[in-house]
């Protein structure tokens, strides 16, 4: 009976050391300057970048290509971003919500479907869509960290 008891403070113990010791590890150190990441100072994380394949005519889809270097092996990750741009949301195109799936391959996509013109101006012009990538949990955000497309009549 003593040995059972022992056994189990011995191993509630060993538990609260290692706790312990992976709460320093996230806690400690300083972070790294570039590229952006948030996480143990000393892990590698697979960086993060991005770019627009090309602009895109209204009422067709345009695309923005993520990409992590290493691949993300056995293992998906979410990517935040921000948008800005002189296209408006819901208007010009369908809202885009962060964050975005990057799979195993080292790839994701962010499909940005465009909407016909309300405005129905005389003057036609073309709108621009901007993705920021953010820091996250995982990965490191490297360059370029952001890509535009216009959104042409």
Known sequence: MKTKIISKILLTLALVFVLGSAITHVHGGTQAS???SIGPPDQQFPVV???????VTRGKIGTFVLSATPKILLATTFVNFSVSGTAIPGVDYTVLVSPAFIGQSGFGVL????LPDPRASFFRQAYSVVITLEPGLGYAVGEPSSAQMFIKP
């Not at 970048?49 to 602009?55: A, E, G, K, M, P």
């Not at 499909?111 to 465009?114: C, F, I, N, P």
């Open 111 to 114: 499909l940005v479907k465009t």
């Open 49 to 55: 970048t991005i770019h627009s394949t090309d602009n």
């Open 34 to 36: 570039s590229p952006s």
